[in-house]
Nanobody
């Protein structure tokens, strides 16, 4: 079973950039849908971006044009490039993997349907 491990979080000022990485073990990520979710204190977990197993990508409206999801199958690694960060992006960011053949737009809004999660990496953006 795929096990994701996130890295790359940190503290930045508004307008700055970070790149998150999610390294997986235990499976070939080319056969999985992979996603980034985030959860701020007191808020529900929300989808950020999903890269499904047929190559379709869906972004949350709040990050379109600022964040880019990508993956390197040879390295079994998923990335999230985050530019022009704002304090509203402050959250714990989680990498998730889904083996079922489900569309990226469907997974983006259904975190409860995804069974495999990493431990998360904290992103803090100061104004």
């Amino acid at each position: 079973q795929v096990q994701p491990v996130e890295s790359g979080g940190g503290s930045v000022q508004a307008g700055g950039s970070l790149r998150l990485s999610c390294t997986t073990s235990g499976g070939d990520i080319s056969t999985f849908s992979l996603a980034w979710f985030r959860q701020a204190p007191g808020k529900e977990r929300e989808g950020v971006a999903v890269f499904d197993n047929v190559g379709t990508i869906t972004y949350a409206d709040s990050v379109k044009g600022r964040f880019t999801i990508s993956k390197d199958n040879a390295k079994n690694t998923l990335y999230l490039q985050m530019n022009n960060l704002s304090p509203e992006d402050t959250a714990m960011y989680y990498c998730a993997a889904d083996k079922e053949a489900r569309a990226s737009w469907w997974l983006l809004v259904r975190p409860a349907q995804i069974g495999v999660w990493g431990q998360g990496t904290q992103v803090t953006v100061s104004s």
